[in-house]
């Protein structure tokens, strides 16, 4: 059972409001997280504007979405799995890419959020030049730290609000 109640659309704010029906018409409904988010328009505009600028880093939407599911599932965000088990699968995954990524073990991307957020940043000399010798530039090490960030966000927020799972339940 949840925690913190999610804030009905009818309950926005004029400031929250056009947040929530972008979300919407984007997705398609108006999932828990952003409801949640929003009992704070300022926390939810700071993650909207984040989002919108992380959308446009050299990072791929299948590498993207490597860093989303190793970072929550060291995480431990039941929600997040379940959105972005949905949202990879629709970029191209296939179910066994997605567990693996899950694991920290499909690509650079998911091994490299997976340490970074098991170690809380805390990176290695040789875990460094590991990525870099599989490719990942110097630039791209600093926008995956970002989107661990950012989804740290929302997985400690799941964790702590219990937010209701309300993405479809797929096998992964």
């Known amino acids: 059972m949840t925690r913190i109640a999610p804030l009905n ?3 926005a704010t ?3 409001r056009p947040m929530l029906e972008g979300v919407q018409k984007k997705i398609g409904f108006l999932p828990n997280v952003f409801r949640v988010l929003a009992l704070s328009p300022t926390v ?6 984040s989002s919108a600028s992380l959308s446009k880093t050299s990072l791929t939407d299948l590498e ?10 060291a995480n431990g965000c039941d929600y997040c799995l379940a959105a972005h088990t ?12 997605i ?9 650079a991307f998911a091994r490299l959020a997976k340490q970074i957020t098991e170690s809380r940043g805390h990176l290695t000399n040789e875990q460094i030049a590991e990525a ?4 990942i530039t110097d630039a791209k090490i600093i926008e995956v730290i970002a989107h661990v960030a950012s989804q740290t966000l929302t997985n400690y927020l799941n964790n702590v609000a219990l937010t209701d799972i309300d993405f479809p339940a797929i096998d992964a």
Do not use: C, I, P
């Not at 939810?44 to 504007?49: A, E, K, R, T």
């Not at 993207?64 to 599932?73: D, R």
């Not at 567990?99 to 690509?107: Q, T």
């Not at 870099?132 to 490719?135: E, F, T």
């Open 14 to 16: 004029d400031a929250t």
């Open 86 to 97: 949905l949202f990879a699968g629709k970029a191209g995954y296939k179910n066994t890419e």
């Open 99 to 107: 567990l693996s990524a899950r694991e920290g073990k499909l690509d």
């Open 44 to 49: 939810l505009g700071h993650y909207m504007q």
């Open 64 to 73: 993207k979405e490597s860093v989303f599911l190793a970072t929550s599932q």
């Open 132 to 135: 870099r010798a599989a490719g």
């Open 9 to 11: 659309l009818e309950n």
